[in-house]
Every structure is written in C-alpha cells, then in structure tokens.
C-alpha cells in the first residue's frame, strides 16, 4: 500500500502520523489473534521517492507514565494529595493522567507501563498502594491495550500483577518489567499462582516480561563491566528457568541488554569495546541462537540521549533503525514518534552506527569520538 502526501506535507509528518493511526490497527489485530497473526507489511511513498516499510513494526511500550518525567511526577504528587477518593473523583491531574493512558493507546502503543518508584524512595508502601490504583485507570481508560507493570521492586510488581487481574472482565496479559538472574525464582512462579475471582473462578497470574540482563556477581568483562558473552549467558539461564521450569513461551520474554548514554560512551581503557557495541552485538547473539530466536529484544531507547546538546528524537530514531539491524523489535518509548517506523537522518544514522562498531580499536573508537564531536559543535551552535 502506497500513500501520496497531500500538497504542504512533508514526508516525515505524514509518515508518523499515518504509522499512528495503522500501529493501532496493528495493535488490535495482535489483540484479536494474539499469538497466531501475521505482521502487517507497509509502503510509505515520499516526496523523494523513499520507500520506507515497515515489515516487522516494533512491538511498543509507552513510556509517559513515569515518575522521573518533571511534569508528569508533578501531576502525580497532586493527585496524591487529593485524598482517598482521587483516583475516581475528577480533578486536573486526573485527566492529565487520563489524557496519557488514552493518546498512548490511540497511538498504538502495545502496552501502557508506568513506574512510580521515585515515591517508593522513602516509603515503598506509597509506591505499592499508588501502582495498584494506576493499574486500576489504565485498565479502565487503555482501550484494552494491557499495562506493563515497571518497578525495580518486586513487591510493587507483585501487588500491580494481583490488581490488574482483579477484575470480573477478561483483560489482556500484562508485561511486567523487570525480571533479573537474581529475582526470577522470586517472580516466575507467579506465572501459574492461582488467584479466585468471585462468580469467573480461579485465573492465572498469566504475564509476559522483559528480563534485564544485569547480575549482582562481579562484571568479567574488559573495562570492568559485563562483557557480550556474560550478557547472553545470563540470557540462557533467564531463558532455560522460564521456559523449562515455569513454563513460558519464548516470545513471552524481553530481553534488554541496556542502553548507555552514547555522549559518555568513551571506553578509558585501550582495546575496551564501547557499552553500545556490547548491546547491541547481546542482541545479535540472543536472536541468533536457534533457541531463543522466537524470544524478543527490547531497548529504553530515550536513556541513548542523556546529555546531548539537541536533536533527540532524531538520534533515538537513529539508535532504532541501527538496532533493529541487529535484531531489536521492541522499545520503551514515546510512542508519538513512531520509532522503527519513519527514516532516520543518513548522518545521524551514522553517528549510531559508529558506536554500533566501537569493538575496541583505535581507529572505530576515533571515527566515534570524531563524530560526536562533530554532532556536539554543530548542535551547540545551533542553541547558541
């Protein structure tokens, strides 16, 4: 299917806004089929004649419930001094909260996360009691697209798995973010934990998870972190618990390798690849072991442009399409920007690519320092 701009229209505009409105066409047919559909396959014809398709579109969560987002944390602080009755009774930050479960889900997001963990830093109860009355709103205002529960505490994911689930009506499986090499015997058995449900009976703790590659032993690896062979072992032993001990499908975990900051991306140490290297080159081992092919790779792909001077969108859209060569097909993100789906600027693409292929030598590591000089000046200049 080919789509002509109308006159006045440039060709990334009406792209992502076109990509929005099929993404929730896409969403609702992996609703419908859920595990047995095919992917959707789309042209986009520009004013230069660049086909832009989109065979495999990435699988989204959307990132805009967050606490560390000033503005949202700020609506989410006077809601919470609203009273008992906050979460139901109608008020400005209400509908601001309202505003982003719903515009996420008209866009096609996938799943609708929320993280509130900057309450739970003095008191992890305000943390647990605020996720169960969040999962209540985007399972009332999502449209049916699930939540994904995010929390570096399990006991947070615990009580927003039991809440989404408390409800009469069927509702879609949740993702719950994250699981590590440590926690999974903690989290994985909730999987089949038996839940009564008043007149639907018995259901399970049914859920999907992202599994962050990380481990409390010591990092082997050159420059004193873990190294691509570390990374993917811990794959293995997430993938082997809960696939043959907890029975998971592959396609039911998310694997994320981390993202680092590409401005300080700078490996010290002679012969140290960068951090953006090791993950993406995790993600080219984990979809190409036969195994694990079927399971999936996602990226927090905002984290790639802290402290950058300028064009982050552009440079996240970027680090997306380079990923998604090694075999990324999920991402946290603003989903108004349709990563994965609109063509990246050549030069930043670039840019991305050269600390995709920063393996430890003199000469990549100075072709990437080179660059992000480059991209540094030029964008100051600009704000200046």
């Known amino acids: 299917m080919a789509l002509r701009l109308p006159p006045n229209e440039t060709e990334e505009r009406v792209a992502a806004s076109s990509v929005g409105r099929l993404r929730s066409g896409v969403r609702w047919i992996r609703q419908a089929h859920h595990k047995a559909w095919g992917w959707l396959c789309i042209s986009y014809k520009g004013t230069k004649g660049k086909i832009i398709e989109m065979k495999k579109p990435l699988i989204i969560i959307g990132e805009s419930i967050h606490a560390s987002i000033p503005k949202t944390a700020g609506m989410m602080k006077q809601l919470s001094e609203l009273g008992p009755a906050a979460h139901s009774t109608p008020s400005e930050p209400l509908d601001y909260i309202k505003n982003l479960i719903e515009s996420q889900a008209a866009e096609g997001a996938d799943y609708i996360a929320v993280n509130l963990d900057a309450f739970g830093e003095d008191d992890p109860k305000t943390a647990i009691n ?8 985007v399972r009332k205002w ?18 927003g798995l039991k809440e989404w689930y408390d409800a009469e009506q069927k509702v879609a499986q949740p993702l719950v973010n994250s699981v590590k090499v440590y926690t999974m015997d903690e989290m994985l058995p909730l999987k089949k934990a038996r839940l009564p449900r008043g007149s639907s009976g018995e259901q399970d703790f049914d859920f999907t998870f992202i599994a962050l590659l990380m481990s409390e032993d010591k990092p082997a690896g050159p420059g004193g972190s873990h190294s691509v062979d570390e990374l993917y072992f811990l794959a293995q032993q997430i993938f082997d618990a809960a696939v043959g001990k907890y029975g998971f499908q592959p396609d039911e975990i998310y694997f994320d390798s981390t993202v680092f900051p590409l401005a300080i991306d700078m490996p010290m140490t002679p012969g140290v690849s960068g951090y953006t290297y090791r993950t993406f080159e995790t993600i080219k081992k984990i979809k190409s072991d036969p195994k694990m092919k079927a ?21 996240c859209r970027a680090y997306v399409a380079k990923a998604m060569e090694y075999g990324l097909d999920a991402a946290i993100a603003n989903v108004a920007h349709h990563y994965g789906s609109v063509e990246p600027a050549g030069e930043l693409l670039e840019l991305v690519d050269a600390y995709a292929k920063m393996d430890g030598s003199t000469e990549r590591t100075n072709k ?17």
């Open 368 to 384: 990437a320092m080179e660059l992000m000089s480059k991209f540094c000046r030029e964008n100051r200049e600009r704000i200046e």
């Open 142 to 159: 999502s449209n049916g697209v699930p939540v994904c529960i995010d929390s570096s505490d399990d006991d947070v994911l615990k009580a």
């Open 295 to 315: 399971a999936h790779c996602v990226l927090g792909v905002s984290n790639c442009v802290r402290d950058l001077p300028g064009r982050k969108i552009g440079v």
């Open 130 to 137: 605020m996720m169960r009355e969040y999962v209540k709103l």
